[in-house]
């Protein structure tokens, strides 16, 4: 998941829990015989949650019953209909009706936006980890994509894609010398292209069958760039380190 991925999940995330916030508080409100649409205003429009903790500090605490005589919606604590004067002992009780699953719904959305939220913040913070241009933003399609990016480490997981994974190992007075591979395909052809200037070495990394060691005496220092050669493959886990 890159950044603007998450970033997109992320407010999705919010608006469904806004959705099910709002559900929730009309529901809740009708079964309590207060004025569902007010009372749902208050909580969506109100700024950092205060129309939420208004709503459970004020409408929460009442509790209406319908009158047998003009079916208007009373205050349980009140004597007398103060429509039509009936006595409220005589009162029905306003049906409930289910609101459990707009409640579940809106913890859900409130897990999965912090989720994504979290992960945004890890990967802007990664990706400056990075350095000018050594990341590229990707564009296509991933399916359970998981990639992380600090200096000396790149991890990418994911179960298809048709996006085009590259970054940049920065050289420096013949350091790093090594690259360290352990990538696995269940299907399809894995590989890894190393690219500097005119050289260009391409290795078959479908299955490592452990670390694998690449030599990098024979790269000049400045930028080598690692690009995933993905054909078909399905099922990847592939980790990175250089030293």
């Given amino acids: 998941m890159n950044?603007?991925?998450?970033?997109?999940?992320?407010?999705?995330?919010?608006?469904?829990?806004?959705?099910?916030l709002g559900l929730w508080t009309y529901r809740d409100s009708s079964n309590r015989g207060l004025n569902a649409a007010l009372w749902t205003a208050i909580v969506i429009l109100g700024p950092n949650g205060i129309g939420l903790l208004i709503y459970f500090l004020v409408a929460r605490k009442q509790n209406n019953v319908k009158c047998s005589n003009c079916d208007s919606n009373i205050s349980s604590s009140s004597k007398y209909c103060i429509n039509c004067g009936t006595l409220v002992s005589n009162a029905k009780e306003i049906e409930k009706r289910p609101t459990?699953?707009?409640?579940?719904?809106?913890?859900?959305?409130?897990?999965?936006?912090?989720?994504?939220f979290v992960w945004t913040i890890f990967s802007v913070i990664s990706n400056e980890d990075l350095g000018s241009g050594d990341f590229?933003?990707?564009?296509?399609?991933?399916?359970?994509?998981?990639?992380?990016?600090?200096?000396?480490?790149?991890n990418i997981s994911y179960y298809k894609s048709t996006s085009?994974?590259?970054?940049?190992?920065?050289?420096?007075?013949?350091?790093?010398?090594t690259l360290f591979i352990e990538a696995k395909s269940k299907e399809g052809n894995l590989g890894l292209k190393l690219e500097q200037g005119s050289k260009e070495d391409t290795i078959d990394i479908k299955d490592t069958k452990g670390i694998k060691e690449i030599d990098l005496s024979d790269f000049n220092n400045g930028?080598?760039?690692?690009?995933?050669?993905?054909?078909?493959?399905?099922?990847?886990?592939?980790?990175?380190?250089?030293?």
């Avoid at 603007?4 to 959705?19: D, E, N, P, R």
Wanted: net charge positive; charged share 20%.
């Fill in 3 to 20: 950044t603007f991925l998450g970033l997109g999940l992320c407010l999705l995330s919010i608006a469904i829990m806004g959705i099910f």
């Fill in 164 to 177: 085009k994974f590259s970054r940049n190992i920065n050289k420096e007075n013949n350091t790093p010398s």
């Fill in 100 to 116: 459990k699953h707009f409640l579940i719904g809106f913890i859900v959305s409130f897990i999965i936006a912090a989720m994504c």
């Fill in 223 to 243: 930028k080598i760039k690692l690009t995933l050669i993905n054909e078909d493959c399905k099922g990847v886990a592939f980790k990175a380190y250089w030293e």
């Fill in 136 to 154: 590229e933003i990707k564009s296509g399609m991933s399916l359970f994509l998981l990639e992380t990016n600090t200096k000396s480490k790149w």
